[in-house]
């Protein structure tokens, strides 16, 4: 499966983005998918990630209340809304799907920089 990940930008601290990771070549819907971001200078980190069948949701401390993951397997589509942006959420954002050990993909990254 090609995962595509979409809707970064610069945006002020406060704003909102939404990203988007469209997937190809096989359906999303038996994946666990989620997000992870790099920072400059820092190690790749969680995010969020989201059950197959969407009822179940996970997020990092530093982004609960503040980041909603969400699907569309119709779509074959992830999304995280991103809201009360702050300049350390800046970092390049990924897409993932895991459908067991042999089954790990990643997504090319998205920028996002908020300014303060």
């Known amino acids: 499966v090609q995962l595509q990940a979409s809707g970064g930008g610069l945006v002020q601290a406060g704003g909102s983005l939404r990203l988007s990771c469209a997937a190809s070549g096989r359906t999303i819907s038996i994946y666990v998918m989620g997000w992870f971001r790099q920072a400059p200078g820092k190690e790749r980190e969680f995010v969020a990630s989201i059950s197959r069948s969407g009822g179940g949701t996970y997020y990092a401390d530093s982004v609960k209340g503040r980041f909603t993951i969400s699907r569309d397997n119709a779509k074959n589509t992830v999304f995280l809304q991103m809201n009360s942006l702050k300049p350390e959420d800046t970092a390049v954002y990924y897409c993932?799907?895991?459908?067991?050990?042999?089954?790990?993909?990643w997504g090319q990254g998205t920028l996002v920089t908020v300014s303060s």
């Open positions: 993932r799907g895991v459908g067991g050990p042999a089954y790990d993909y």
